[in-house]
């Protein structure tokens, strides 16, 4: 385990979740934190999908933590770009001084970084994963992360592999 405080989005914990990696996330990360919007977007309004019984469960053993986020009025100002999701996963992981907010979208991303907000994502996660001893079989996550609508260019599939 290294010692990362991490905040995750809905769309990484579902991709997580795919490749069998989200309930390996108390091995890879110290602290892991939820939004409370994000709790909501994946475990009530995503009910019977991918994810959804993980979250709840990993909130209810506690090695996920819902958080409320402080500061509304700086979620709120991203809402013209970004998913209140997106918006609270950023802000709250700037308030818990995080080491990384774990988002795959580019312009969320981006964003965090004007933010000062380091972020990575599911393969992020799945290169640490590696490195923690976790076993992983990157061409079937790539191909279920593919088949499952996540895009990964060609280059960088083929990029990862080599790894």
């Known amino acids: 385990m290294t010692a990362f405080r991490v ?24 602290d892991v934190s939820i939004p409370e919007c994000v709790y909501h977007e994946v475990v009530v309004n995503g009910k019977g999908r991918p994810g959804a019984d993980e979250t709840a469960k990993a909130v209810h053993a506690g090695w996920l933590v819902q958080r409320s986020v402080q500061d509304k009025l700086a979620v709120d100002a991203l809402l013209a770009n970004l998913s209140r999701g997106e918006a609270e996963v950023i802000i709250l ?20 970084a004007l933010l000062g907000v ?3 994502g599911v393969l992020g996660v799945m290169n640490m994963a590696i490195l923690a001893g976790i076993p992983v079989q990157k061409k079937c996550a790539l191909d279920t992360l593919r088949r499952v609508g996540f895009r990964i260019s060609e280059h960088l599939y083929q990029d990862l592999l080599k790894l």
């Open 7 to 30: 905040v995750v989005d809905s769309s990484c914990i579902i991709g997580l979740t795919h490749i069998g990696l989200f309930d390996r996330l108390p091995d890879i990360f110290q």
């Open 93 to 112: 992981a700037k308030e818990l001084a995080c080491d990384y907010a774990l988002i795959d979208e580019k312009i969320a991303r981006n964003i965090a």
């Open 118 to 120: 380091k972020t990575t």
